[in-house]
């Protein structure tokens, strides 16, 4: 058997070879995708799309639906899930723009800027801290940011100024936001910083012979030229940060609350949850039926919005294709 | 080409110990758990010593994840037992048997830089619910400022005893913070001076939060054991259908064997 697979395959074996495996993906993919949907269906069915709107709190919806029996009456479908998408789109843009922010600046230090020793040490470093766990980003966050931002940074008079609607304990919005920034940032350095060293140095220097200074070169050629990888890179880090479901069960405070930027400062402060955290938080309950089949909706919208960003992505880097770097 | 034969050889290798393994562990029955994270203290103590004394009869696998996963596992047929750490309710599936093992005792907690020694139950259900909301509302509390309320997600059975017990069935505020496990939950407790929770008798008895007493009465193993303490739930073993082989015999020595009760009442309390 081993002895056979070593010689070299003939070109239509491992053209259908490939293909099945291939095809065996797509119909995993296609087949999760319809799992989930069947599952999430009885919500959908009994709540319509008003199950996205807000009203009443989440926590008691769920907990009312623990308490039914295994053949529950479409009233234990009832949930109002906005809290809870809103919390998900509020910490994964925040994340994503401050990331981006960070990624494009240190990465056109690292290219362009930085000597060629500290570059050497840079770039393997940000690899490997793109592959840390996300538990382990948790764990630091409970354990560190927590109980620093609960005691230090938490005024008495703030917590008394929302303690009628909501308790703040340190977890929340601020921890959760920092974290995932620091977590979904060296995934995106590692793809700009590629994608700024595969820049043809003819074409920086092209641009300064003309008489631009090196630095409007870097912002006008360089960067310009690698803007669809800066976008794959924004487009898998959202994908990250919306799928992050430990570490945000671990530090956002564990409160279906909706954060209101009304509240000025303190709104850094205020928890929530998240639909993937909601998904870990909840997972005990998932041999109740109404609760199961609300979990599976919110895999659903998680799936959806992970299609929706593949596309979107898909259609931004369309116009830059012209100025796609070609190795 | 000699590299590659050497991985194939080393890949040869792992396949074979991978099938020899299973093969030779196979004489033994294995009785697989999930459930409670309560109860996990107690089942792993009880399971050992259970191997100790029937030598090469069986092994164990325990996973925790909270009583609600227990009730799903063993409906399932995904476990051989289940851990509950609350009574049966409506919603748990039919055919499923519920064998207490131990009682425990569910203790409020607080930060140890806030010795509150006692609350009434009133005192409890207003705080909890939701009602008191600064520590300057509770005597004998050294803490400022809000309350700040950590509870346990909805499906913790800890939980739903606690709401049974101390709050006369009504519901914790829904502006707690709900930890998904008794480790989180005591974690949460001693980082935060005016966080108030509830954890079974075994987490506080480590001693790295206050546990709070209940009408006068302390909440610890000794005031548990001799029925002083009245916030006492139960755990349970749970089968589908009765017990029957490796997990009959299992809860049958927790129930009758000396060795088993001795265990129990190191920290928690026999039926």
Known sequence: MLERLRHPWSDTR?????????????????????????????????????????GGNVGRQIAAMQTTTQHPPPSAYHLRAWPLVYGTILTTSIAVVLALAISILSSIFIVE???????????????????????????????????????????????????????????GLSVTVVILTVMI??????????????????????????????????????????????????????????????????????????????????????????LASGIVDFREGIGAPALGSTLYAWALLLLFAAFVLSIGGYLIKLPLRKYQVRG | MNRFRRLSLAFAVAGAVGVAAPAAASALTTI??????????????????????????????????????GVNDVAAGRVSIGDVSRDPVASDPAGLVFYPVAKYGICVVTNKSNPVSNLSSSQVTSIFTGKTINWSQVSGATASGPIDLISRTSVAGVLTS????????????????????????RAKIESDPNAIGFVSNYQSDKGTVNAVGLNGVACNHQNVKTGAYTGTARFYEVTKGKANGAASAFIGWIEKSAAAKKIINTQWLTI
């Open chain 1, 113 to 171: 800027l930085a000597p060629a020793r500290l570059r050497r040490i840079a770039i393997p470093v940000i690899r490997l801290l793109a592959s840390v766990p996300s538990v382990i980003y948790g764990l630091i966050g409970i354990l560190v940011l927590v109980p620093f931002v609960g005691n230090h940074l938490i005024t008495t008079a703030e917590k008394e100024s929302v303690q009628n609607v909501v308790l703040l304990t340190g977890a």
């Open chain 1, 185 to 274: 940032t060296p995934i995106m350095v590692a793809l700009i910083c590629e994608a700024l060293v595969s820049v043809p140095n003819s074409w920086r220097e092209g641009a300064v012979a003309l008489g631009v200074n090196p630095l409007r070169a870097m912002l006008a050629v360089t960067l310009r030229a690698a803007r669809p990888a800066i976008v794959a890179a924004a487009v898998l880090a959202t994908a990250r940060a919306l799928g992050e479901a430990i570490m945000i069960s671990m530090v956002s405070g564990g409160n279906s609350f909706a954060p209101k930027p009304i509240d000025g400062l303190v709104f850094l402060f205020e928890p929530l949850r998240t």
């Open chain 2, 162 to 185: 606690f709401q049974t017990l101390f709050l006369e069935g009504k519901k914790v505020s829904t502006k707690a913070a709900e930890e998904p496990s008794e480790g989180l939950m």
């Open chain 1, 14 to 54: 491992a053209e259908r070879t490939l293909g099945a495996v291939s095809l065996l993906v797509c119909a995993v993919v296609v087949a999760m995708v319809v799992f989930v949907a069947i599952h999430a269906w009885p919500v959908f069915h009994y709540n319509g799309l008003s199950w996205l709107g807000s």
């Open chain 2, 32 to 69: 697989t758990i999930s459930g409670a994270t309560a109860s996990y203290p107690l089942v792993s103590l009880l399971a050992s010593k259970y191997v100790k004394t029937h030598p090469n009869k069986v092994k164990f696998k325990i996973t925790q994840g909270g009583a609600q996963i």
